[in-house]
């Protein structure tokens, strides 16, 4: 890549600001010699970080939108705050992206109301990568709009579709529809009448419905379905592999024998749970925008930092905003 691409980072959201998100501005400049990082947010602070490097800067911010904030209230009422900045930054186009680590409803609230959506699309998404037994599959909505109409969810389908080809790499897409039953008389009005949209648009390779059950197993490349039943599922998997961890931890602590068999296992057991890392993943994309946005992870640390600015790098090279609005 021969441009510079400038990505505003939040320095002051998650439970690790801004030390680990200064920590992982250093190693992606590091990593990547095509990306100039502003880091937003209280200046002092941001100096004891020790994220010294060319190619990253500061915009000082006096403000931080808290967790428990309602979202649209405070990206309307703090326009100071390090995550308002970074999106402004994105609107006037002194930065082609933002990463932020922050509150997910502030990330979509300043998504719609700072940088904007693209013409055509009424809803944004926000989409995550989901490691399964085969491939990773891409799922939207997993938590951007709760309430769906079946025009919403087609335009998640488009949207997904221009991702996992883009950004993914998979050459032909297969967009499957998150529902309770495989027949076609399975769903609720809004997926009935989204599965009729989704069968009759040319432009997408759609191959029906998938269940809750097949959601790890590889079986769509992409999974569309509300920000309600999305986030759900999301976080049914997340606590699935906590608890799962935790019965293997109890079950191993009970007898000598099973400690002696874990020696032998273990590197196949920190490698499996290594495919569920969130690090490794990236960033969430909120899809929809004039911009590349990606939410990162509240817990991030350094690593997972450096996934989500390569994510955000990736999408504003292969011009993912443009790809989105040319299929809408």
């Known amino acids: 890549m021969d441009k510079k691409i400038t990505i505003a980072l939040d320095a002051m959201g998650g439970d690790n600001a801004p030390n680990e998100i200064c920590a992982g501005a250093l190693k992606a400049c590091r990593q990547f010699d095509d990306?100039?990082?502003?880091l937003t947010?209280?200046?002092?602070?941001?100096k004891t970080c020790g994220c010294s490097h060319p190619?990253?800067?500061i915009e000082h911010a006096t403000e931080v939108i808290d967790p428990d904030e309602h979202p649209a209230n405070a990206i309307r009422k703090k326009k100071d705050s390090s995550l308002r900045v970074a999106m402004e930054m994105v609107r006037r186009g002194d930065a082609q992206g933002c990463?932020?680590?922050g509150s997910t409803g502030a990330i979509v609230a300043g998504g719609v109301l700072v940088v904007?959506?693209?013409d055509g699309i009424d809803r944004p998404a926000?989409?995550?990568?989901?490691?399964?037994t085969g491939k990773v599959s891409f799922m939207l909505d997993v938590g951007a709009t709760v309430r769906c109409k079946p025009e919403n969810l087609l335009q998640f389908a488009l949207m997904g579709s221009v991702y996992s080809r883009k950004i993914l790499g998979v050459a032909e897409p297969e967009v499957k529809l998150l529902s309770n039953g495989s027949e076609d008389i399975k769903g609720d009005?809004?997926?009935?009448?989204?599965?009729e949209l989704m069968e009759s648009k040319d432009s997408l390779n759609f191959g029906g419905y998938i269940e809750g059950n097949e959601v790890f197993f590889g079986k769509s490349d992409v999974i569309v379905c509300d920000g309600f039943n999305g986030n759900i599922a999301l976080k049914l998997g997340e606590g699935m592999i906590q608890s799962l961890k935790s019965m293997l931890t109890d079950e191993v602590r009970k007898s000598f024998m099973a400690k002696m068999g874990m020696a032998?296992?273990?590197?196949?057991?920190?490698?499996?749970l290594a495919r569920f890392n969130y690090e490794k993943y990236g960033g969430t994309p909120l899809l929809g925008v004039k911009g590349a946005v990606l939410k990162a992870h509240g817990r991030s640390k350094s690593p997972a930092i450096v996934s989500a600015i390569s994510a955000a790098r990736k999408f504003i090279a292969e011009d993912g905003t443009a790809q989105i609005n040319r299929e809408i």
Do not use: N
Not at 35 to 38: A, D, F, P
Not at 126 to 132: A, E, F, N, Q, Y
Not at 189 to 195: I, K, M, S
């Open 116 to 118: 904007g959506r693209i």
């Open 99 to 101: 990463v932020s680590a």
């Open 126 to 132: 926000l989409g995550i990568p989901v490691p399964t």
């Open 264 to 272: 032998f296992l273990y590197p196949t057991v920190k490698r499996l």
């Open 189 to 195: 009005d809004t997926v009935l009448a989204a599965r």
């Open 41 to 46: 947010g209280d200046t002092e602070r941001i």
């Open 35 to 38: 990306i100039e990082i502003v």
């Open 55 to 57: 190619r990253i800067h």
